[in-house]
């Protein structure tokens, strides 16, 4: 079983950054996928960034260069740096992994961009 657990989050300006983390308390397999989602308020959860076990990355349209994703496999860690943040930005930040059938969320980081 494998739980992870989100931090980073906090309140902003537009234009400001954070970094957010995931941390995984069980092992993570280096083939896995580790992604991060976000959910705003009234909004369906939408992808943000993805990074799977060969370092192939894909961004959201909206985050592109932005955003960077990366990941530790030897800390079971995956990052998210967010820059030049906007009111846009706000919502709950989800991390995820995936591979060969197995699927874990973690409980979300509140992420408010003032303007």
């Known amino acids: 079983q494998v739980q992870l657990v989100e931090s980073g989050g906090g309140l902003v300006k537009t234009g400001q950054s954070l970094r957010l983390s995931c941390e995984a308390s069980?092992?993570?397999?280096?083939?896995?996928?580790m992604a991060w989602y976000r959910q705003a308020p009234g909004k369906e959860r939408e992808l943000v960034a993805r990074i799977d076990g060969l370092r192939t990355i894909n961004y959201a349209d909206s985050v592109k260069g932005r955003f960077t994703i990366s990941r530790e496999n030897a800390k079971n860690t995956a990052y998210l740096q967010m820059n030049s943040l906007t009111p846009e930005d706000t919502g709950v930040y989800y991390c995820?992994?995936?591979?060969?059938?197995?699927?874990?969320w973690g409980q979300g980081t509140q992420v408010t961009v003032s303007s």
């Open positions: 069980g092992r993570i397999l280096r083939l896995s996928v």
């Open positions: 995820r992994t995936y591979y060969n059938g197995r699927d874990y």
